[in-house]
């Protein structure tokens, strides 16, 4: 059972920055893809950045140039650096891993920015 754990969100001003953090717990195909998505209310989930085992990136466009996502292997966590945030930005994110024919979600986290 693979179990993802977020943290780093938060309130921040216009202009702010924040990362999040996802740590992963179990077994995970070497080849896998680990992203970043996000929802606001009344609105449908989207993607906002992913990473693939063999390095390759996608972010939203809503998001490019002002959004890192990186991974760090030894500890099995995905981040994703979000600077220059904006009110429209402001959703709950949540963590997806998807590991051969499985897909895990983490519980979310908060992000609300003010302007």
């Known amino acids: 059972q693979v179990h993802l754990v977020e943290s780093g969100g938060g309130s921040v001003q216009a202009g702010g920055s924040l990362r999040l953090s996802c740590a992963t717990s179990g077994r995970i195909f070497s080849f896998n893809t680990m992203g970043w998505y996000r929802q606001a209310p009344g609105k449908q989930r989207e993607l906002v950045a992913s990473?693939?085992?063999?390095?390759?990136?996608t972010y939203a466009d809503s998001v490019k140039g002002r959004n890192t996502i990186y991974r760090d292997n030894a500890k099995n966590t995905v981040y994703l650096q979000m600077n220059s945030l904006k009110p429209e930005d402001t959703a709950v994110y949540y963590c997806k891993v998807a590991s051969g024919p499985y897909v895990y979600w983490g519980q979310g986290t908060q992000v609300t920015v003010s302007s």
């Open positions: 990473n693939t085992s063999g390095n390759t990136t």
